[in-house]
């Protein structure tokens, strides 16, 4: 059938000479072919003491039909490696870059406002989608098998009627986002109020109606950014500024001291604080990829340490104190220096000197919803315990409050129960403080998160394996929980590939003794909460069975040789390529001159 369009719009006729058409072949199958060659021949000739190689044309293959994955799982585990091949950092860099100065385009996690100011894209997503009131409907896109999809509500309602049958009141402090007090920094329009998710309200009455006290700070900081000479959110950071994190510090510790139970309790703790200057860039500077360059200027603030009375000790949490905190990186920041602006200064230590009081303090990068809770409930006769405290005080950011199944899955936020611990600890099979040396398969993987959708630069997962090498009080056949780097500054690491089978000698400490782990993202293991608590470990060393760690027995070469191997290879095929089309068009020049002539 004639289509009857091409009666009123002909198709254009674009002509390209043979030269030119040549030319734009080549160079698409240079762009498709020539950098994939390059990284599979400098990963099998670099240098593998580091522990890094992994070379793609032979991890594609590497499928054990047999095993407990299936074969798209393993396509879809293959497929995160290739998005940190070394060479396209430059290039995704210099992109992001371009796009930031010239058109203000951020990426998939963040969005470039007004003068410098950037936002964290999921929390945008939270307050503008589906939320926890109206359930985000199916679509087609959706697995139908997949693991339904829990909100906030019911654990937020059943956490406290656990901490009330111990006598122990939960008081719930959804921290604002940056675009709930900075909208206009956003869009470029004025407000007149604070940006919400419609939900909000009648998420925080269903709760309250529960028994579950809420203090909502929102409507008291959009007063304060009103009145305040200085902002209360960093310009390049997703948290609030030292100035904003101290004036809800005080508006909270003043709200909690009209609770009840605040009378019983001595508020006789003194503390002194000292201004200290920092400066560094935000985390959704990293986020875009564009750290170590000029596209944004560091932010100067001065952070106010808090030190106890007498003594002058730095704050540091009292695991016996009658108030718990549990929190999120709103937490930690100033107070962790994995989040790159220092430590001694943060939330918990500010809450304390505005009490007067010590505190318990529970904060995890990242995972506040279910992992503090979790760590919480897990501690050795944490029931007992719990039946000392007067109240926990749960202050998470409100983004985390208001996301729907999708972006919560995509930022690791999951709404648990947990179950308080009645036992105590289990005995360590390590002997004494030093480490041990064994040797283990691994019987059960725990699935890492995808650095490029969360918020975290750093994750510890677990692995667990059964010991076929035993070192002191650890007997080959036992089970043991050992935490690995999952990613660092947003690189997948090799423990991240590490599957089911595979075997590996590892120099194992208690995880407990890495207090510079406690706050990083982890992804938590199974646990019975009716047996005594396993000792999770933490992997010192990890080398393969029978291999000599010592400095003496690394791969001779270096990356000068794996670079140069490599760079040759891709020039050599890209000769091959440039004599075989030669040849193609001179005999087909060749042919055609042969019908001429006929």
């Not at 693991?147 to 956490?159: D, E, K, M, T, V």
């Not at 309790?265 to 875009?288: I, N, S, Y």
């Not at 995509?410 to 030093?434: I, Q």
């Not at 005999?587 to 042969?594: A, N, V």
Request: net charge negative; aromatic share 10%.
């Amino acid at each position: 059938m004639k289509n009857p369009y091409h009666q009123e719009d002909p198709d254009p006729h674009v002509a390209m000479g043979a030269r030119s058409a040549w030319l734009v072949i080549a160079l698409f199958l240079a762009f498709i072919a020539l950098p994939p060659l390059y990284r599979n021949v400098f990963e099998a000739l670099r240098p593998a003491a580091d522990g890094e190689r992994w070379v793609p044309a032979v991890e594609v293959f590497n499928f054990d039909p047999q095993g407990e994955k299936t074969l798209a799982k393993h396509f879809q585990e293959f497929e995160k490696p290739l998005d940190d091949a070394p060479f396209t950092e430059p290039v995704r860099r210099a992109v992001q870059r371009a796009e930031v100065a010239a058109l203000r385009e951020g990426n998939r996690k963040v969005v470039v406002g007004n003068d410098g100011w950037l936002f964290y894209r999921p929390g945008l997503d939270a307050l503008a989608g589906y939320g926890p009131v109206r359930p985000e409907p199916d679509t087609v896109a959706k697995d139908p098998n997949r693991a339904p999809w829990r909100g906030p509500a019911p654990a937020i309602r059943n956490f406290a009627r656990q901490l009330r049958e111990f006598g122990c009141e939960l008081i719930l402090v959804p921290i604002p986002i940056k675009p709930m007090i900075y909208p206009e920094k956003l869009t470029g329009s004025a407000f007149d109020r604070p940006l919400k998710h419609p939900d909000a309200d009648a998420l925080y009455r269903e709760l309250e109606a529960s028994g579950v006290r809420v203090i909502d700070l929102t409507e008291i900081l959009w007063s304060a950014k009103q009145a305040s000479p200085e902002p209360l959110f960093l310009k390049t950071d997703t948290h609030w500024t030292p100035e904003g994190m101290a004036f809800f510090a005080a508006t909270l510790a003043e709200a909690l001291r009209h609770r009840p139970w605040m009378a019983d309790l001595p508020a006789d703790r003194r503390f002194q604080k000292t201004e200290v200057p920092r400066e560094g860039l935000g985390d959704l500077v990293g986020m875009l990829g564009l750290e170590g360059t000029r596209a944004f200027e560091a932010e100067h603030i001065a952070v106010r340490e808090v030190f106890a009375q007498p003594g002058g000790e730095p704050f540091a949490p009292d695991p016996a104190a009658p108030v718990v905190l549990l929190g999120d990186s709103f937490v930690n920041i100033y107070a962790d220096e994995s989040l790159g602006w220092g430590a001694g200064a943060g939330f918990a230590a500010h809450l304390a000197m505005q009490l007067g009081m010590p505190l318990d303090v529970i904060a995890r990068n990242g995972q506040a919803a279910t992992g503090v809770r979790r760590e919480l409930a897990s501690r050795p006769e944490a029931a007992a315990m719990m039946r000392q405290k007067k109240a926990v005080v749960w202050a998470l950011a409100a983004r985390d409050l208001f996301l729907s199944e999708t972006p919560a899955q995509e930022t690791g936020v999951v709404w648990e129960d947990v179950k308080f611990r009645e036992s105590g600890a289990a005995e360590s099979p390590v002997a004494g403080d030093g480490p041990v040396e064994v040797t283990g398969e691994v019987i059960k993987r725990y699935e890492p998160h995808d650095p490029n959708r969360v918020t975290y630069q750093e994750e510890i997962f677990p692995l667990e394996y059964r010991i076929t090498e035993g070192a002191g009080s650890i007997k080959p056949g036992d089970t043991v929980i050992v935490y690995h780097w999952a990613f660092r500054e947003k690189k997948l690491l090799p423990a991240s590939r590490y599957q089911v089978g595979d075997s590996q000698r590892l120099t194992l400490v208690r995880l407990s003794e890495k207090a510079e782990l406690s706050t990083i993202q982890r992804i938590e293991f199974d646990i019975d909460f009716d047996a005594p608590e396993p000792i999770p470990y933490w992997a010192e060393a990890v080398s393969a069975p029978g291999a000599d760690p010592s400095p003496e027995s690394e791969p001779t070469g270096s990356l000068a040789f794996a670079h140069a191997a490599a760079a040759g290879s891709c020039l050599a095929l890209a000769a091959l390529a440039f004599l075989a089309v030669k040849a193609l068009r001179n005999r087909r020049y060749g042919m055609w001159e042969d019908e001429a002539e006929a």
